[in-house]
């Protein structure tokens, strides 16, 4: 099938459904919450069948990483958005500027949302906006990742059986079929990717001037400051650089360590490994690299660096290999001395390596090596001063901060989820995402003698007196 015809079957379908969601009209709260629950049910009845296929799909993938991050933190957000959407729904009441005059805002529907996830976490990345989507009375259309085959076929299975095609519908296919489906006039439109693949979409969705939420990655960094303990940072940092072998985008992406800590961080490296993954290789809670092309992407990376001068860290298990081709597994790696002419230094690493780089005068110098690249989706610090805390959430500008821990934010309903600048635009979960999908509808009713109106009225000679005044009391 050519871009033509893709573009043309898709639009026949999203004609179908904005033509659906119009006809019925603005959903009521128990067809939002049903539709949540919904959701739910199809994760809950098919878990094994779910984690099975995404395991699958990774050539291996732990089921405690895909039942904790796809499958139970994903029905949380359903069940969050379930039982908060009829407060969210009230329309909010607004000042107005006489009395008997009415203004008031109301939620409203914007339509029919697309979303393309990504193959990271493919039932989280779906359903996850969905809370959002189906809190604030959307239908939508669902383009899963064509890396995750078995998994988004049995999602395809699923959603039929679950769903009105009227309601929720996925759309299966390669890049091309992802194409047209960003090119589509949706009334929104949501991505998780890559920066780059971001840039596509974002320019396609202009063309129709579709809304976009773009949810990207960058070098989330990690600054290690003075007072913070080595063994914490490490254990933590490392906790979700080895969580589906750091296949996130909010996962650490390089180290910022203060001068002459190097040792110290590498020795509580070594210790967490030996705890968490005393092998690898043959361990069922270490995830495997989703493709050979990734897997050899990663390599390179390594090898890059290598030949540029870093010092490589394997943390394999003692006696293990550091990476294997047939299980696609690489141990998590530190490398150190690294320079900014290492690939590793310049691309998102989306793997279990981590750069180390130091400073040597204060963690200002950190934060200006930070600010010198483009805005992160996350950043992560560990220390305990209060005013260098402070000194890194204002002088930084990512996605989020978390202070003494990585990726907490992620979990919490109660804050948005989301980039800015080259890590993305907008952002979701919770209230957040229920606003990020509806549109913000003022209503007003006139009082009776039209008090507003009537200054806009010629003639406007006796009226000039009053402005006249007005402006001269400003100066």
Same mark, same amino acid.
């Given at each position: 099938?050519?871009? &033509?015809?893709?573009?043309? %079957?898709?639009?026949?379908?999203?004609?179908?459904?904005?033509?659906?969601?119009? %006809?019925?009209?603005? #959903?009521?709260?128990?067809?939002?919450?049903?539709?949540?629950?919904?959701?739910? !049910?199809?994760?809950?009845?098919?878990?094994?069948?779910?984690?099975?296929?995404?395991?699958a799909d990774?050539?291996?993938?732990? !089921?405690?990483?895909?039942?904790?991050?796809?499958?139970?933190t994903?029905?949380?957000?359903?069940?969050?958005?379930?039982?908060?959407? *009829?407060?969210?729904?009230?329309? *909010?009441?607004?000042?107005?500027?006489?009395?008997?005059m009415?203004?008031?805002?109301?939620?409203? $529907?914007?339509?029919v949302?697309?979303?393309?996830? $990504?193959?990271?976490?493919?039932i989280?990345?779906?359903?996850?906006p969905?809370?959002?989507?189906?809190?604030?009375?959307? &239908?939508?259309?669902?383009?899963?990742?064509?890396?995750?085959?078995?998994t988004?076929?049995?999602?395809?299975?699923?959603? #039929?059986?679950?769903?009105?095609?009227? *309601?929720?519908?996925?759309? /299966?296919?390669?890049?091309?079929?992802?194409?047209?489906?960003?090119?589509?006039p949706?009334?929104?439109?949501?991505?998780?990717?890559?920066?780059?693949?971001?840039?596509?979409v974002m320019?396609?969705?202009?063309? @129709?001037?579709?809304?976009?939420?773009?949810?990207?990655?960058?070098?989330?960094?990690?600054v290690?400051?003075?007072?913070?303990?080595?063994?914490?940072?490490?254990a933590?940092?490392?906790t979700?650089?080895?969580? @589906?072998?750091?296949q996130?985008?909010?996962s $650490?992406?390089?180290?910022?360590?203060?001068?002459?800590?190097?040792?110290?961080?590498?020795?509580?490296?070594?210790?967490?490994?030996?705890?968490?993954?005393? &092998?690898?290789?043959? @361990?069922?809670?270490? &995830?495997?690299i989703?493709?050979d092309?990734?897997?050899?992407?990663?390599?390179? /990376?390594?090898?890059?660096?290598? @030949?540029?001068?870093?010092?490589?860290?394997?943390?394999?298990?003692?006696?293990?290999?550091?990476?294997?081709?047939?299980?696609?597994?690489?141990?998590?790696?530190?490398?150190?001395?690294?320079?900014?002419?290492?690939?590793v230094m310049? *691309?998102?690493?989306?793997?279990?390596?981590?750069?180390?780089?130091?400073?040597?005068t204060?963690?200002?110098?950190?934060?200006?090596?930070?600010?010198?690249?483009?805005?992160?989706?996350?950043?992560?610090?560990?220390?305990?001063?209060?005013?260098?805390?402070?000194?890194?959430?204002?002088?930084?500008?990512?996605?989020?901060?978390?202070?003494?821990?990585?990726?907490?934010?992620a979990?919490?309903?109660?804050?948005?989820?989301?980039?800015?600048?080259?890590?993305g635009?907008?952002?979701?979960?919770?209230?957040?995402?229920?606003?990020r999908?509806?549109?913000?509808?003022?209503?007003?009713?006139?009082?009776?003698?039209?008090?507003t109106? /009537?200054?806009?009225?010629a003639?406007?000679?006796d009226?000039?007196?009053?402005?006249?005044?007005?402006?001269?009391?400003q100066?």
């Amino acid at each position: 099938m050519n871009a &033509t015809q893709h573009d043309q %079957q898709l639009l026949h379908i999203l004609h179908s459904m904005k033509n659906a969601h119009l %006809q019925a009209g603005p #959903a009521s709260a128990a067809l939002r919450r049903d539709r949540l629950l919904r959701s739910i !049910a199809l994760i809950r009845d098919n878990h094994a069948a779910i984690a099975n296929a995404i395991s699958a799909d990774f050539g291996h993938r732990s !089921a405690y990483q895909t039942m904790a991050a796809d499958l139970v933190t994903t029905i949380n957000m359903l069940q969050h958005s379930a039982d908060n959407l *009829e407060s969210w729904m009230a329309a *909010e009441s607004a000042d107005v500027p006489v009395a008997g005059m009415q203004a008031w805002i109301v939620p409203q $529907p914007l339509g029919v949302v697309g979303i393309i996830s $990504p193959w990271n976490f493919p039932i989280n990345l779906a359903f996850g906006p969905l809370a959002g989507v189906f809190a604030a009375g959307n &239908t939508a259309m669902l383009k899963p990742s064509e890396l995750t085959p078995k998994t988004s076929e049995l999602l395809a299975e699923l959603v #039929a059986r679950y769903f009105d095609p009227q *309601e929720l519908t996925v759309v /299966l296919g390669d890049a091309d079929v992802g194409q047209a489906f960003s090119r589509l006039p949706f009334d929104h439109l949501v991505f998780t990717g890559s920066t780059n693949v971001g840039k596509h979409v974002m320019r396609a969705a202009a063309e @129709n001037l579709v809304p976009v939420t773009l949810e990207l990655g960058g070098k989330s960094p990690v600054v290690v400051d003075v007072d913070a303990d080595p063994a914490l940072a490490a254990a933590r940092t490392l906790t979700i650089k080895t969580f @589906n072998a750091g296949q996130i985008c909010i996962s $650490p992406d390089y180290l910022l360590l203060p001068e002459g800590a190097e040792d110290a961080f590498v020795t509580a490296a070594r210790s967490f490994m030996q705890q968490a993954f005393p &092998t690898v290789q043959s @361990n069922p809670d270490y &995830t495997a690299i989703i493709s050979d092309r990734h897997y050899q992407r990663l390599i390179n /990376l390594l090898e890059d660096a290598q @030949n540029k001068g870093a010092r490589i860290i394997s943390l394999a298990p003692e006696g293990e290999p550091a990476f294997d081709a047939d299980s696609r597994k690489i141990a998590p790696h530190l490398i150190l001395a690294v320079t900014e002419e290492m690939a590793v230094m310049q *691309e998102e690493i989306f793997g279990p390596l981590l750069p180390v780089k130091t400073w040597s005068t204060s963690v200002a110098e950190a934060i200006d090596y930070i600010n010198a690249h483009p805005r992160p989706l996350a950043a992560y610090y560990f220390g305990n001063d209060a005013q260098r805390q402070q000194q890194m959430a204002q002088r930084t500008t990512s996605g989020a901060l978390v202070i003494n821990d990585v990726m907490t934010h992620a979990s919490l309903d109660s804050l948005p989820f989301g980039g800015v600048g080259a890590s993305g635009t907008g952002a979701y979960h919770g209230i957040h995402g229920f606003r990020r999908f509806s549109h913000a509808k003022p209503v007003v009713v006139q009082d009776e003698a039209g008090t507003t109106n /009537l200054r806009l009225r010629a003639p406007y000679q006796d009226k000039m007196a009053l402005l006249t005044s007005l402006l001269d009391q400003q100066q």
